[in-house]
């Protein structure tokens, strides 16, 4: 069972098995939802349950 709350590039990468570059590209895709919603966004990082929910459409919590 994974323990990070954020996901980083390299969790992007071997998750969709892309490069450096797309998984930057969708982290920072993912960071401006975030921020029009009007949460805090860090850079490079993504909230796992956010990223379950848009990735799979479901959070581990709601199972």
């Excluded at 919603?37 to 909230?47: Q, S, W």
């Amino acid at each position: 069972m994974r323990t990070n709350y954020m996901m980083t590039v390299e969790d992007v990468m071997n998750e969709l098995g892309v490069r450096r570059s797309k998984a930057y590209s969708i982290l920072k895709q993912l960071n401006n939802e975030l921020e029009a919603e009007g949460y805090v966004a860090v850079r490079g990082k993504i909230p796992r349950p956010y990223w379950e929910t848009k990735f799979y459409g479901f959070s581990h919590k709601s199972m």
